[in-house]
């Protein structure tokens, strides 16, 4: 590997455990919440995509499924999420959000838009766009990475 691209590894490496440590994710507890991350993203995509069952937001977090069941039992006893019944399997339970929840939600997206709006204060509109794009790209990459090393170890077992 070119020294070059060990020092790009290593400043990007950096400037992700910053940002981790910046937004607050270090702390028990995020976004002003009482809530650890893992429930703050399960408030969120739910909040944004609409109803899911523990499976899914398993899928999508990168959770094991019993760390999501558990989170989901104490959100559902706090207020902010509720079991759903679907009408053709009684087997599928999509999770929505409580009014509660939806009141949360709120409030997270009001900690996070202060918190984005106050660091790109600090920028240009041209370096604000490339947050932007950089962030995007960078997101999309790893993505793809993980896709790609998932179907690579399901061939390795094969």
Do not use: C, W
Not at 13 to 38: C, H, I, N, W
């Amino acid at each position: 590997m070119n020294p070059l691209d060990l020092i790009l590894i290593d400043d990007i490496r950096a400037a992700s455990r910053q940002m981790v440590r910046e937004l607050g994710f270090m702390d028990a507890t995020v976004a002003a919440t009482d809530y650890p991350p893992s429930a703050v993203h399960t408030i969120l995509e739910i909040g944004i995509r609409g109803p899911m069952t523990a499976g899914q937001l398993a899928d999508f977090l990168h959770l094991e499924k019993s760390s999501v069941s558990r989170m989901v039992r104490k959100l559902i006893v706090s207020g902010e999420l509720k079991e759903m019944n679907d009408p053709d399997d009684a087997r599928f339970k999509p999770l929505a959000l409580t009014a509660k929840g939806h009141r949360t939600l709120a409030a997270l997206h009001a900690f996070g838009r202060r918190q984005v709006s106050g660091a790109l204060a600090r920028l240009s509109e041209a370096e604000q766009r490339t947050v932007r794009e950089g962030l995007m790209l960078y997101a999309r990459a790893l993505k793809a990475d993980r896709a790609a090393n998932a179907a690579a170890a399901l061939q390795s077992v094969a």
